[in-house]
């Protein structure tokens, strides 16, 4: 429940109090108390299938309502006009505490952990945000559940408790979350960019508050924060000021009727008096910037070891509506950053990369508000450019003063409208919940305009109106275009004058500089220093003249013009029908909203005529029919010889003209080869190919084409994506720059060289830099890190890549690269809008491009090349006894600076039974809420607090993870409450009644039923399948059809064997990341001489990284104080992934359908899948493929 600073929101439109009358709103009926219902015409996805219905309610809420029978997930969001710009002056971050105190306790549903509990009990999650000016709350979960979790939701603003214990407790969650934002550069930079800020602006405010704001300093002033929480609430918490979102299969009268029964029950602004919209304060009233200051430069000490120099120009609009409403739709920021931040052949990166002084640009519209906008352009610095940065910034505004003097060509506003549009027109359904939060959170910059809700923001308009692009065929005039966005776009380039800029520089080299001593700021600690710029600099930079080598884009040539979908007529109007069918009917469509049990149809009245018929108890989970259970049709294998393994499938079910392209060459790591020198060679060899690309490659990813180069412990895979029209084309170049590299690495790797500074050295810098960012991650991820080193095969330590990565010359990253696409097998798969003979044709145009030597069968590598997991000791029985029942490591966190400790409870389950996986996923769903409502919201003992499953290489394992500020805990406290709460919850798990359990086993059914949200969802987990050597396309369907067995009593007699401090088969693994004290220090030290043996971090950095002794370690149990490879090399490896067969025909599925079919009709339910295995997931391979960070 965090609050997200930078989370960006566009300007508002007008801001009308109520939705006029002319609109195209009427009343359902006469009565004065009716809602009010958007008769006219919202821009919808030109082939979205859902139903939509813009209401608003008697009290002035508005809602957006989609209706979407085939969806498996609901999902609401809403939207509170309120931010942190409305904290009173001396309680700051009040609007992000009120967010977190929201979720605990209402007066209808008053325990603290009601919602996120029957959440996870039908697999749900919620989370909020607070921003400058609103405050957004959302939720998913199962469309069986849809109804109660939104009427729970609704008391948030109904009537929520703001008890005096939760308050006095919330308040440091609120502390930890600022705690863990402390060594983050992205807050740091932004509080620094307040420096220019009016101080009577609320922009100067801090919005995540702290424990001296909210506790501390008004303790000493006589306030009490929870009479400000409900005097907060009460003022701002109205009904005219929210905006709904809601998604589900239910109807659209059904949801209408449930909104209205829960929503209006929200108290309106205007039963007391008419409350102003909050900006209303400050908007046109006060300046955001002081018009008196000058230009100014100011230096920053990063936490990471990053090189940048960032440009900022605020523009002020005030409380101009005509103004706001055309920066809201007709985005001229978009042209100007497509601009400068291009990065294809005469661009600005270009030409600085050329020049040796630049990596990478980002430009952007940076923050906003009602009342103004800030535009910004990051150069990332190599060490050349850090020394001449004001030659950098001449250059940019240099290519600043062409756009002023000269006309943008009308082909780059056509060009961005039409790659606007085609985006639009193939726009992916996506998650509920991702829709809601973006609606909910547009409706108050567009309350007079309904139409716009969905597409505002998502497309390029012509006008203020809202006019969209009538095709995404090329402009023949000038009017298509629309000529106030030209009129805005040039009023924004004059608006980018040196005089108006903020200049901020950011290098880890300033620390040298005795002048950083002299700033700090207050809040996050950074050190600065500021200067005014130069009257003759800001002089040059106005009369900056352009390079030759700098130009407008070219036309891209990489936009699709054909987009047709590549299946005969009758076929595809065959499967249009269907798609609308499925569009229109699924699981879900039917079920009732008046709920059962425990719901909201036990509490509150009928949902009126349209649900009278509906009143018979709903089944605990939806009704599948046979299309809903049936597998996706799976690839099927085209093509299998010496050469090359391909699997194809040619889309009928999305119709889109898109496709996915996966291409893995698999090599064997050769005995005695260094991993640590493997993965650093195979990082550079990426970052040089995409150096190398960039130019290409940026067009086909305007163009909606992209690409992805990695070499690690499996081999080298390719991957390539988007618009089939453009496609081979793409892939094309692509493989002529990979299959080339003897040609141009070498080369390109020493240009530069005769002024000092080869690109070669470029390149090392940005990894070097990369790696160093690793020390800054949080103590949780510095706690996986070390889990990954206790049990993975092929994970080479952070210090020796590091090591590894300064030997690398560019005589050896050639040998590298020379010998990946020699002795290697090869397979495939294209996915999508290709026919099978253009699939193989594509296939063999990257084989022949890559140039393959020698190429071996897929079936000679057993196993594949592939991550695997030593299985950990089982804990003694005499170490079940003490505090922490588990092998442990604990280490000083990599950050010196790091104020925060965490620890990672690991409990592996050493088995591949398909039972056993799904086990540890309902026992993971189960004791997630629990776990965190104990740890974080009782305990407060911070606010990283997660427990979950995980299946990495196909082995289950659970984890429980916690992180605390210094003084609250330390790593070794938080294990120790880690395992006091799995000794209590195990009799809390036998104490269930069979029917919970059945909640959450239901849940996790119909997630594994869950269809994918688009082909490039379906194309990644095929290729899964294929990557593992698996090919269990069916693995879902048959999981959902185990879970039908499962009870109670396979969970607790799982628990006992795995999971009880006190079980036989209990391999636990501990992590403690320790911050830096000086008692911690001192004992690493110690300890560090007493092993006389060389740290596993980085000597120089002091301690960083160092191991340190377990203080409270059980009897019995290991602490890992020593060498992690000396411990691996004493563990036995578990099992590889199952070998599988590759899908010949579509008819292969049949079997498991069948199968599944029949547990549904009796013939199989109670029948267990003995013996079955359990099969990767996306995030396994994520997990799989992840070496060092």
Known sequence: LGLMGGFRRPPPSVAAPSVAAETGEKDLDESSKSSKVFEGEIQTFPRDLRQYRAVTLPNGLQALLVSDPSADRAAGALAVRVGYFSDPEDLPGLAHFCEHMLFLGTKKYPDESSFEGFLAKNGGSSNAFTDKEQTCYFFDVSPTAFAEATDRFSQFFVAPLFTPSAVGREVNAIDSEHAKNLQSDGWRLQEIQKLRVNPDHPLKKFGTGNLQTLRDEPKKKGLNPRDALLDFHQQYYVSDHMALCLSSPSSLDEMQTLVERSFNQIRSASEDSQ????????????????????PMRVDILPVKDARQVTLNWAFECGADPLLQRRLELLKGWDYIGHLLGHEGEGSLLSYLKKNGLAT???????????????????????????????????????????????KIPLYVYDEC???????WSFTEKGEPQDLAVSVATKIHDLREKPE?????????????????????????QKTEIGSEVVELTEQLIQALNPASMMMIVASKDFASDPSFLDQKEPIYGTRYRTSLLANDFVSSLNKATLPKELSFPKPNDLIPSDLSIRLPAQTLQEKEEQRRKRGTIGRFANIPLNGNGDGIGDTR???????QAARSPLPSVPVETEDDLKPFPAPILIKDDAAVRVHHRQDDRWLVPKASVYLQLFKPLPEGRDIAERTALARMLSLALRDHLTEFSYEGTLAGLGFDFNAD???????LGGFTDKLKKFAEGVGDAVGSMESWLLEESRSGAEEGNPKFERWRDVLRREFSAFDTLPPYAHAKYWAGQAYYTERPDIASVRAALEKITPESLLAFAKTLPDDSACEALVEGNVPKDEALSLVETLRRRLKLKRPKSIDSLDPRPQQRIFELPKVKAEATKGKIAATSIRRLSFNPEETNSASRLTLQIASRDEKDVLSAQLIGDIVSTPFYDELRTKQQLGYIVQAAAATPTGIPELYFIAQSKTGVSDAEGLAERTEEFLKQFGARLKKMQEKDVKVYIDALRQKKLEKP?????????DFTEILTGTYDFDRKARQAQTLLSMRKADLVAFWDRFISPGAPERRALAVLVEAHTPQTDGRAKKLEQQLMTASTGETEKGTAGLPLPVEHLSKGAIDLTGDLEDFKK????LPPWPKGKPRLSDGSSESAFSSVLASLTGDGAAKRAGGATATADVEDIRDLRELTS
């Open 275 to 294: 409350v102003p919209f909050p900006e209303e304060k400050w908007a046109g009233k006060v300046n955001v910037f002081d018009p008196d200051t000058r």
């Open 605 to 611: 009245q009928p949902m009126g005529a349209t649900l």
């Open 1130 to 1133: 004493s563990l036995p490896l």
């Open 360 to 406: 990478a640009i980002v430009a952007g519209e940076e923050d906003d508000a009602k009342d103004f906008q800030v535009f910004s352009l990051s150069v990332s610095l190599t060490p050349l450019g850090l020394q001449e940065v004001e030659a950098v910034v001449e250059t940019v505004f240099a290519y600043v003063n062409m756009l002023k003097k000269q």
């Open 713 to 719: 412990i499996m081999g080298a895979s390719m991957s």
């Open 452 to 476: 716009l809700w969905l597409s505002a923001g998502r497309r390029l308009f012509r006008d203020s109106e809202g006019t969209p692009r009538d095709s995404v065929a090329p402009a023949k």
């Open 1013 to 1021: 949200k688009d082909l490039t969802e379906e194309a990644s987990r």
């Open 417 to 423: 409208q039409r790659l606007s549009e085609l985006g």
